[in-house]
């Protein structure tokens, strides 16, 4: 399994990007970061894309990924969610007045809309061109899960944007062949206030949680917030288990 990190981080500036994954280079796994880190061509390779959360962060893209297969001569685009999350952006993003719903408009170049919505229901698995996707929730503000995706005998669990939760681990814990798990640390140790009150974690509560999956592979911690990088890096890498990593906006083999 191949995998791309396009944006690793919960803010953006000229050097950091807004969290955004693809796998083998069709699938991906939030859209804070796709369009404008990828060519027209490669957004053409994507057949569907899984919301962990409505949050800004995780879905700026999405609206111009959309846009763009508008003018493709491809296949339409599949936007997975779990129900409750697929609710919020069809109110308030693809509504026809923040943006258009281009489900209801028909591609001149296709003769099909561009884009169709699957709302997943949670614990179930859902397959999708042979990958299993099997969402499951989180605890952060508001609706929001993250995702296992499973493809070609491995899996790899995305939390999303989570605060210490339990229901994903259960399920990664019985899972086989997980190969990675991608989580959060999006401020530091002296800012655990902030992390609980916002739903999410730090490097301290991170490594609480690394004490419920007993999975072994490596378990990331993304979605890092630019002021604090440094210190979420460094309290991350003094963590006392190996598989304990920072995720880097780099390309990885699985």
Same mark, same amino acid.
């Given at each position: ?31 804070? @970061? ?27 893209? #999405?609206?111009? #990924? ?64 042979? $990958?299993? #996707? ?12 993250? $995702?296992? $995706? ?11 944007? @989570? ?46 949680? #690394?004490?419920?999956? @007993? ?40």
């Amino acid at each position: 399994m191949r995998l791309k990190v396009l944006g690793a981080y919960g803010a953006s500036d000229a050097e950091h990007n807004l969290t955004g994954y693809l796998i083998d280079d069709w699938l991906a796994v939030d859209a804070g @970061t796709l369009t404008s880190k990828l060519s027209f061509a490669q957004q053409a390779r994507i057949q569907a894309v899984f919301i962990t959360h409505p949050h800004a962060d995780h879905i700026r893209d #999405l609206p111009h #990924l959309i846009h763009n297969r508008f003018s493709q001569s491809v296949a339409a685009l599949t936007v997975f969610a779990a129900k409750d999350v697929m609710e919020l952006l069809s109110k308030n993003i693809f509504n026809g007045v923040v943006w258009p719903d281009f489900a209801a408009l028909t591609s001149p170049f296709t003769g099909k809309p561009p884009v169709q919505y699957r709302a997943l229901t949670s614990g179930k698995k859902t397959m999708f061109n042979n $990958v299993g #996707l099997t969402v499951i929730p989180v605890d952060h503000q508001g609706p929001a899960s993250g $995702v296992i $995706v499973e493809i070609n005998g491995q899996a790899i669990t995305f939390t999303g944007d @989570t605060g210490p939760t339990h229901e994903i681990w259960k399920r990664t814990n019985k899972t086989p062949n997980v190969v990675a798990v991608i989580s959060e640390a999006s401020f530091p140790n002296d800012q655990q206030t902030l992390a609980d009150e916002s739903g999410h974690l730090s490097p301290q509560t991170f490594g609480d949680e #690394l004490k419920k999956i @007993t999975v072994d592979a490596p378990i990331y911690a993304s979605h890092r917030k630019i002021p604090f990088e440094r210190d979420i890096e460094s309290q991350i890498r003094n963590l006392r288990d190996r598989r304990a990593r920072v995720l880097l906006e780099k390309n990885y083999t699985l």
